[in-house]
């Protein structure tokens, strides 16, 4: 495959934008972390996590797309497109199943159960942020901008596969730094790059973030709700 000067600079941008992102958001995750944990209520210490998503993640994307690009951030960005009713039938229903899968491994092999209760005890302002804000922060940098350039590089399996890495690439310096390379953040990579290629295969079909943020809700109202059960 010939690659163009054109798709040459678009792949500079984008390569010294995420290092610059992942560098701050690094910093954030680790040496900065402190301050989390410096607020004692759950409700501010999760707005505060929001809104250094928003800070780090939404505007320098939104800014990507308009100086960058040269585009309006809302539509570049997938935010204001919206799919069709028949396709939110077909999204739904692949959800549907991905989330059943989901639970079938976990209960079977992952030595956990359905608490509706772990749900339940989550305060409402937290729920809301942590499960609905949360996932539309995130997918509109992952989905909404670097899948959709990725798109423009490289073709759809191989742009989902460097999406996915890189989604689970940002979670590792909290995981790394607060629990090891352990077990336990092994599965969360391997389950965070599972999910990240649906989230993918949902915005490749679309070229819309909602289908990809009711993914990502739902999945985390799941993963709420499974709790590690007694070893027998």
């Not at 359905?114 to 305060?123: D, K, Q, T």
């Amino acid at each position: 495959m010939t690659v163009t000067h054109p798709e040459r600079q678009r792949a500079i941008h984008l390569c010294v934008f995420l290092a610059a992102f992942f560098v701050a958001w690094s910093l954030r995750a680790t040496v900065f972390y402190s301050l989390d944990e410096q607020i004692a209520s759950r409700f501010w210490r999760t707005a505060y996590s929001n809104l250094l998503k928003l800070v780090l993640w939404v505007l320098p994307a939104a800014a990507f797309a308009y100086w960058m690009r040269a585009a309006s951030p809302a539509r570049y960005l997938g935010v204001s497109v919206l799919p069709a009713a028949r396709a939110w039938l077909m999204f739904l229903v692949v959800i549907a199943g991905f989330l059943v899968a989901v639970a079938l491994l976990e209960t079977t092999f992952g030595h956990k159960s359905h608490s509706a209760a772990s749900l339940l005890s989550i305060p409402v302002g937290v729920l809301l942020l942590q499960f609905v804000l949360t996932p539309l922060l995130e997918e509109i940098f992952f989905r909404g901008l670097v899948m959709k350039e990725l798109l423009d590089l490289v073709p759809t399996h191989l742009a989902s596969a460097l999406t996915s890495l890189l989604f689970v690439g940002v979670h590792l310096p909290y995981w790394l730094s607060h629990g090891g390379l352990t077990g336990a953040t092994m599965a969360n990579c391997g389950g965070v790059f599972l999910f990240s290629l649906l989230a993918c295969w949902l915005y490749a079909k679309s070229a819309s973030v909602w289908p990809a943020v009711a993914a990502h809700t739902a999945n985390n109202f799941l993963a709420a709700m499974l709790i590690s059960s007694p070893l027998r």
